[in-house]
């Protein structure tokens, strides 16, 4: 029960985070410090990954029709810009996808760590803080996530590249990356969403496929604490991301740049007391 409990918090923590620009991988890893699993180190390692399955579902849920390109509903017109959606969706997670695979064990090995995740939560908060302030009287050129054209895409999703090093935050990159190539707040965020099912569903593939080739058994309780995991980070990704929408209307990420900022100089100072002390 205890166990259970634990995977309660991590999909609390997920499905808050994953949506936010505040990385839901590095509080995931910084919650594994304090809040340890008893489980094996190797599907600690895909659990932190393939959690955000819930999350990714609560995106399809909530844009179902909007992303159904076979829906019934919709005109030949607007099924071709669905279509389209996807395409550009697709293209911008290329990039990402790429590196993502040739340096997914380096990464692992040498960035996965609280000194990098706090490290990434300061910078990038300051880089909110900046990029809010220098785009606060400029209206965007694109405010419809339809009206992002494929260069926009690829491009936006050359920011997500940025999120592979933990603490920087897939969603905080991407929007981030809209924002400053003139994507309106809302239609950034949206496009974000999109990109995190192929991007998620992708890096979930890979961290299944490398548990089963460490050929280390998942227990029950293990099974368990996945199933518990996903189905909370769902649910609470379903109110999270209807929360952010209304949100990103009526104000900007300043807010969260200051959180990042604290959030990582408290982390900083923890981490080095424990480093001096040990």
């Known amino acids: 029960m205890l166990e259970i409990l634990k995977a309660i918090l991590f999909g609390i923590v997920e499905g808050v985070t994953e949506w936010l620009p505040i990385s839901s991988t590095g509080h995931l890893i910084l919650l594994n410090e304090f809040v340890s699993l008893d489980v094996s180190s190797e599907f600690m390692s895909m659990f932190e990954v393939v959690i955000q399955l819930g999350a990714i579902l609560a995106v399809i849920v909530l844009f179902f029709h909007k992303l159904n390109p076979f829906s019934r509903r919709k005109s030949p017109a607007q099924k071709r810009r669905t279509w389209s959606l996807w395409a550009k969706v697709i293209v911008a997670v290329v990039p990402s996808g790429v590196l993502g695979v040739l340096l997914n064990d380096w990464m692992d090995t040498h960035l996965y760590n609280a ?6 939560l300061i910078l990038y908060g300051i880089a909110f803080i900046l990029v809010e302030r220098r785009n606060a009287d400029r209206k965007p050129t694109i405010s419809k996530v339809y009206a992002i054209d494929y260069k926009t895409a690829l491009l936006i999703g050359a920011f997500q590249c940025l999120s592979l090093i933990p603490g920087t935050s897939r969603s905080g990159s991407t929007i981030l990356g809209a924002i400053l190539l003139g994507v309106s707040r809302s239609a950034g965020a949206e496009f974000s969403f999109y990109m995190a099912i192929p991007t998620m569903v992708g890096a979930s593939g890979v961290k299944v496929l490398k548990f089963i080739q460490s050929g280390v058994a998942i227990s029950g309780l293990e099974v368990g604490v996945l199933i518990v995991g996903c189905f909370v980070s769902f649910v609470v990704s379903l109110a999270v991301i209807r929360g952010l929408m209304d949100y990103v209307r009526r104000h900007s ?7 990042r900022i604290v959030l990582g100089l408290v982390v900083l100072t923890y981490f080095t007391i424990q480093a001096l002390l040990a």
């Open 253 to 259: 990420f300043s807010a969260f740049g200051v959180y």
């Open 115 to 120: 000194l990098v995740v706090s490290l990434m």
